[in-house]
């Protein structure tokens, strides 16, 4: 029997949906619940003598963990919710966190990245004078820059031009035309790659270049294999002569490497051009189909000497399962005719990886929200905040920053939806502004603040982006684009509709008592 196009979609997303539900940290909570449930029953029925014995040990153990878990060094916002777990379930909840503490499954990971890390630290040198330059212009910007250096190997580079795509559409059409002008490699490096008329066309093009001699190497996250590719696909790949990986591929065995996911998106043609943003390989990326009305996703471009950092960041992905890299002579590689262009302002290409505990994503947004002196304007799709970026955003516009937020006004997912309505009452306290777009879904990660400085990236603002995803951006300070992001930012306000105390008092229960249940759990999502 044929399944009709609309029904393998439900079929994947089913997938999908039983992938997470079974691997997530929130299914392994809710296995160990019923655990506990069971274990207890039993132990009323044949061990009734002991009870009380087993009742003050469990106490005890309680007592033990609670002041253990304020102790340790985990986010505030994690112990809140670690905490309220053990004392619900003390013995298995404990278990689930020494489990999720443990590294098992991700310490050999997090090895190779550090021994790669120490293996290229020197392949991209700051240039000092670029950096001088910087200090002249703007001594403010300087310290954000050595802390992002100081996180991996990411220079300040200037004479990089910079492209603004508002749409997706518009990215898939300067990525087609790039992709044809390549001449020595191609990387691609994505979250989500799904067959339709968006990879189709693509992968057209890259059978292409690997018949003209073009090195093509293609990434995308292991989850595909659960949602929008089959499992054998990067056998297909090699076969038609493309270098093709999963990162973390996933098998039957529980491991806490699942839960940090590669949801970078990276293209990089000859070290010279870099495409990052919010874009993924999937049709509905360009609107070619529609899921959740309109989608509105955001992109940029690079052109110049800082694409090298995101052929660096994609080949240290690449390498963690490769024993003998080589980077030189891909970094060396400079498009022809293309050495002597200049562009104003500067750029920081960057990295954000979970196994380090440095959070170059959070503290960058949280450095923006911090030193700007007249607006932030944010997109975000999701809106799940720890203690210390909610009180980012609410410092800024307290002390009169326009602290503006753009969210989707159709969710993609129920669940985060609700938990980011649980923050809207204390962030219009205040004065922050919010909005969402009521065409359908933003997906796009993006910081525009005082007309000099923006980020764009796939950095969301929630746990998942900010604590357990390998995530990339672009930091961008006096480039020409900056006023194309923000004249985005009005035009797609024009868009929305504002958030008032008024409608946060009357939106609906059921989504008021998810957030309000979904919040003590947050951490985990």
Known sequence: MNLSDSGMRL???????????????????????????????SIFHWFAGFVPHILGSTVVFTVFMVLYLINS??????????????????????????????EAGHRAVRKRLEQLMDETKGLLVQDEEVLARLEAQNPDEVPLAHYIRRGGCFPVFENTDVTYFPLGEAKFEEMLKQL?????????????????????????????????????????????EFSTLPYNYPEKMRKLGIQCKMFAPVSPFLSTHYNYRDHRKILVIDGYTAFTGGVNLADEYINHVERFGHWKDTAVMLKGEAAKSFALMFLQMWNISEREPVFDRYLSVSAEGESSRTASGFVIPYGDCPLDRN????????????????????????????????TALKF???????????????????????????????????????????????????????????????????????????????YMYETSC?????????????????????????ERLGVKLTGFVMKTIAPLL
């Not at 997938?15 to 029953?41: D, H, P, W």
């Not at 066309?201 to 003209?212: D, F, M, P, T, Y």
């Open 11 to 41: 079929l994947k997303k089913g997938q999908k949906g039983f992938f997470y539900a079974v691997f997530s940290r929130v299914g392994i909570m809710m296995v160990l619940l019923i655990l506990q449930v069971f274990f207890l029953f």
């Open 73 to 102: 060094g985990i986010d505030p916002t994690a112990k809140i919710t670690w905490l309220i777990l053990i004392m619900l379930m003390p013995v298995f909840g404990a278990l689930l966190y020494w489990y999720t503490q443990s």
């Open 180 to 224: 044809q002008a390549a001449k020595h490699y191609i990387f691609m490096e994505y979250f989500i790659v799904e067959e339709g008329l968006m990879w189709g066309r693509i992968l057209g093009i890259l059978a292409q270049k690997v018949r003209e001699g073009v090195d093509v190497k293609v990434m995308y996250d292991g989850t595909c």
């Open 359 to 390: 959070k170059v994503g959070e503290r960058v947004y949280m450095d923006i929200l911090n030193r700007a002196r007249s607006y932030v304007h944010i997109m975000s799709p999701y809106l799940i905040l720890d203690g210390e970026m909610e």
């Open 396 to 474: 800024a516009a307290e002390k009169g920053v326009d602290v503006k937020l753009i969210l989707p006004g159709i969710p993609d997912k129920p669940m985060p939806y609700a938990l980011a309505k649980s923050h809207y009452k204390s962030l219009l306290e205040s004065g922050v502004k919010i909005y969402e777009y009521t065409p359908g879904f933003v997906h796009a990660k993006v910081f525009v603040s005082d007309d000099c400085r923006a980020v764009v990236g796939t950095i969301n603002l929630d746990y998942r982006s900010l604590y357990h995803h390998f995530e990339c951006a672009a």
């Open 482 to 506: 900056i006023s194309d992001i923000e004249r985005d930012f009005e035009y797609t306000l024009g868009k929305c509709r504002k958030v008032t105390e008024e409608t946060v008092k009357n």
